[in-house]
């Protein structure tokens, strides 16, 4: 995680915050993985890049090393001069060990190829290291004894759906905001949990708003194991869609209760306030949450069940995508899945895309859905479906906010983990006047997890 202020054209300056997951890959030293960057100060409030980025790590001294690596994503907003939306960020870190976690500062410079952005500047950074341990595609399905966590840990995913209730400072009116979402979430002790949010603006005039946050909360059970009630405290990046976030800044206090359908399924209901510090945006909320349970890391019982899931990050390309001026113009977004298994073949998947190509930066969307990936029918070659629903919109596109994409793919696998897939299928707006083909080019890695 690291923050900068980066240069605009105009003499403007904006705070950045950057988090990514690296992991080591290949050789040693050597680490790739996602990575997401946005506005929490200045005055662009609700800009957003999502991409990857690779690093190479060197120990230098006695407790301190060099980091160097590059960010390459998509993304823009808030009227921001970004182009397409293609965002590069090549930097040098120097880290100092502070006794399991690692501070210091970061030299950067900040692209946008085909925009106006370009700026070097010194920021700071603070990193944390973990495990991300996995079992082959061979394991998936078997049942063993289980000393810990795998992949990245989560215990719990929400998918969430839930609208803001925002007053007009001086009158009576007030403006509702539907959104969407979905939530991750770990426990570091039977009460008490960490996580990340994520949701997009779904209705009420404001495609292109998002919001990117960490969480921390507490819960108890109050009837056995059928109920339990909760409070928690998000804060971070949020902004977008014409909504007055300032700078960025956004931080949400809310109360639940989590009615529980099963051992893994569960529903919560939500409400509570939310606030941009920096902006007028002030706001309660009430949300409604499938809850998942992906692991059970406080059970008395070690044994789990081996789970497949697969990572997939690829190119996905709109076929004359519709802007609200009425011109159709193709664009690129980058892509990046997660799919988490239910039975061999069929799967539940969470993804996030962002321009980076078309004049249409800023343009994202968060989706959610299901899919079916059949056996192989050659040595190779595989096929799947998935049905998608979730929020977009930003970079003019015209998307009203909520989107249904269905898809078809073919897969070719390179190895018994990582594989190649071609997707077609098209995007269509609920709302808005989008509705495109897409193909998709992405590759795939697929790994096992622990369920408790």
């Not at 989560?154 to 803001?164: E, I, K, N």
């Not at 209901?269 to 909320?285: C, L, M, V």
């Not at 989706?367 to 799947?384: E, P």
């Amino acid at each position: 995680m690291g923050f900068e202020q980066i240069s605009l054209p105009g003499n403007e300056s904006m705070g950045m915050l950057g988090t990514s997951y690296l992991i080591q890959v290949g050789l040693p030293g050597l680490y790739l993985g996602p990575a997401a960057y946005g506005a929490i100060s200045g005055q662009r409030g609700g800009f957003f890049t999502v991409g990857g980025e690779i690093a190479w790590r060197q120990h230098l001294i006695s407790g301190l090393a060099m980091v160097a690596g590059i960010y390459g994503g998509g993304g823009g907003g808030s009227g921001s001069s970004v182009g397409g939306g293609l965002m590069v960020r090549p930097h040098v870190d120097l880290l100092w060990d502070l006794g399991g976690y690692q501070g210091g500062i970061s030299a950067s410079n900040v692209r946008f190829p085909n925009g106006s952005i370009s700026s070097s500047q010194v920021g700071v950074v603070f990193s944390a290291g973990s495990d991300f341990s996995y079992y082959p595609p061979s394991y998936i399905g078997q049942t063993m004894d289980v000393s810990g966590r795998s992949g990245v840990g989560f215990d719990r995913v929400l998918v969430t759906a839930g609208a803001y209730r925002q007053k007009a400072a001086g009158t009576a009116s007030a403006r509702q905001i539907g959104y969407a979402g979905t939530r991750l979430e770990q426990f570091y002790s039977p009460q008490l949990y960490r996580g990340i949010e994520a949701v997009g603006g779904a209705g009420g005039g404001v495609a292109g708003y998002a919001e990117f946050l960490g969480t921390v909360g507490a819960e108890t059970p109050v009837w056995d194991d059928r109920l339990a009630v909760g409070a928690r405290l998000a804060v971070g990046m949020g902004g977008g869609g014409g909504v007055s976030a300032g700078g960025g800044a956004l931080g949400k206090l809310g109360a639940y209760a989590t009615v529980n359908l099963g051992r893994a399924v569960g529903v919560s209901f939500e409400g509570g306030y939310a606030s941009a510090p920096t902006g007028s945006f002030r706001a309660t909320y009430a949300a409604a949450n499938l809850v998942w349970n992906l692991d059970h890391p406080y059970a008395p019982d070690r044994e789990g069940t081996i789970v497949g899931n697969e990572w997939v990050v690829g190119s996905e390309h709109y076929f004359g995508a519709r802007h609200k001026d009425g011109s159709k113009r193709d664009l690129n977004a980058v892509a990046i899945k997660l799919n988490r298994y239910l039975t061999d073949s069929l799967y539940l998947t969470g993804q996030a895309h962002s321009a980076y190509s078309g004049n249409a930066g800023a343009y994202s969307a968060g989706l959610v859905g299901a899919g079916y990936h059949t056996a192989k029918f050659s040595r190779d070659l595989s096929a799947g479906a998935e049905l998608l629903v979730g929020a977009s919109g930003g970079g003019s596109v015209d998307t009203g906010g909520a989107v249904v994409q269905p898809m078809v793919y073919v897969a070719m696998a390179m190895t018994d983990q990582v594989g190649l897939r071609l997707e077609a299928g098209r995007i269509k707006s609920v709302n808005g006047a989008l509705d495109s083909n897409i193909l998709d080019v992405s590759l795939s890695f697929a790994f096992g997890t622990s369920s408790r």
